[in-house]
């Protein structure tokens, strides 16, 4: 059988992915990057915004429309909020909310009467991440949240927090790494809240990954501030744990995190962000924040990007608020119309790409290495373009020849000239 895998959202529901696609692949299926020829098609949805719900709508609707005839199944966080409604959407086959998600290959193959095949079929098969035109593995390391930000729908549809035994973990990334997977990103729903359950924790686990693993790159995903303990950074001198953390700020009005029901003021994020690039060279900061959010004033909004600028982000993600039923700041007050989100996103786009530029050009000039990743369409010339990551996160273009490959290679790279959202590389000669 041949199975196509979907994802919207969060790097969490893209680990998930990668789960199943070994899963599948071990019970004897093949994964396709091409919807059309599959047999089976499995979308991971997401509920983070109004404007995340209503692509999974639309993407389970385009899904079926390409391939009327493939069993599609459903699961994600769009899914374990609407499941009467997403059940009910054309051309579902089967919904499995979050809490069923460890089982869903064993659930998908029995309940729409799939068999499976001996190990032994399986063996020559391509690694399920390449299979999917991935390079990066992200590995789910916990899921739920024991917090309850008032804009967050995410805790209503993950749950309580649970953690992965550090030993699962282990094994699986020294099984990543002898497939050829060069990077692993740890991921969760509240990473930080990472062995709460298992009497350990977060900086337990990334002692332990790279003592008993030799992948070369260890890279961690986004993470609240709050969770930092005070030698988390000494963490950073193994060159194999990427030198970039993303941290979610959301606001930088303290009056507004409040609100939020934050728990990191703006001082203890500076305090946060020198103390990592003090310790760690070239240290890439980014972050998320929310825009408009229920009666943000002026004088708030201009703190905020006052904060901002000061922090000085390498990247940010940027959110116009929306209301999610069933959060506690969808009942504030003082909902702001969308005339001045949009001009508030504005804003803040114009410095993000400002701050952006900075970082970037103080990037340039050095030799960083990339891992380089997918390589573009050849050009009339035979040349190609192929995109990858430094260490830093930062993303780097580089223009070769179609005859040469360097796709899933760590390559000695200079970083040459900025464009809008990437820097252009050329190869080191060894």
């Known amino acids: 059988m041949l199975v196509h895998l979907k ?35 499995i979308l991971n949805s997401c509920a983070v915004t109004n404007e995340a719900e209503r692509k999974s709508r639309q993407l389970i609707r385009r899904l079926h429309r390409k391939n009327p005839t493939a069993k599609l199944v459903v699961s994600g966080c769009y899914a374990s909020l609407n499941t009467d409604k997403v059940a009910a959407q054309l051309g579902v086959d089967l919904v499995i909310g979050n809490q069923e998600k460890s089982q869903l290959v064993p659930q998908v193959l029995h309940n729409l009467n799939f068999s499976s095949m001996p190990i032994a079929a399986t063996e ?8 999917r035109g991935r390079q990066r593995a992200f590995v789910k390391v916990q899921d739920g949240c024991r917090y309850k930000c008032s804009f967050c729908i995410v805790t209503v549809a993950r749950g309580d927090e649970t953690s992965r035994a550090i030993s699962t973990i282990i094994n699986e990334i020294n099984l990543l790494y002898s497939q050829g997977i060069q990077e692993v990103i740890l991921t969760g729903v509240h990473l930080g809240g990472y062995g709460n359950d298992l009497q350990t924790n977060l900086y337990e686990l990334i002692q332990n990954i790279l003592a008993e693993t030799t992948v070369p790159r260890l890279r961690l995903g986004s993470l609240e501030p709050w969770d930092l303990p005070a030698n988390f950074f000494s963490l950073f001198q193994n060159p194999r744990l990427m030198p970039h953390l993303h941290l979610p700020l959301q606001s930088g009005s303290d009056s507004v995190l409040k609100r939020m029901a934050r728990r990191c003021k703006t001082a203890e994020f500076a305090q946060i962000a020198t103390q990592a690039r003090a310790q760690i060279p070239n240290f890439n900061l980014t972050s998320d924040i929310i825009v408009g959010f229920p009666d943000e004033t ?66 340039l000039g050095q030799q960083q290495n990339v891992l380089w990743e997918t390589q573009a369409e050849f050009n009339p010339d035979k040349s190609q373009q192929v995109f990858g990551y430094t260490e830093h996160y930062l993303k780097v273009a580089l223009e070769i020849h179609a005859d040469t490959q360097v796709e899933n290679q760590i390559l000695a790279t200079k970083l040459i000239s900025s464009q809008q959202d990437y820097v252009l590389g050329k190869l080191v000669a060894k």
């Open 7 to 41: 994802t919207l959202g969060c790097r969490l529901n893209e680990a998930e992915l990668e789960t199943w696609a070994q899963a599948f692949q071990h019970a004897g299926h093949q994964i396709t990057r091409n919807a059309t020829e599959a047999q089976l098609i």
């Open 124 to 131: 020559s098969k391509e690694p399920a991440l390449f299979s």
């Open 298 to 363: 002026e004088a708030e909004w201009q703190q905020s990007l006052e904060f901002i600028q000061q922090i000085g982000f390498g990247k940010l993600h940027i959110f116009s608020y929306s209301a999610r039923e069933g959060t506690a700041a969808a009942k504030f007050p003082n909902q702001l119309p969308n005339a001045i989100k949009k001009q508030r996103s504005q804003e803040l786009h114009t410095l993000a790409s400002q701050m952006q530029t900075t970082f970037m050009q103080s990037q």
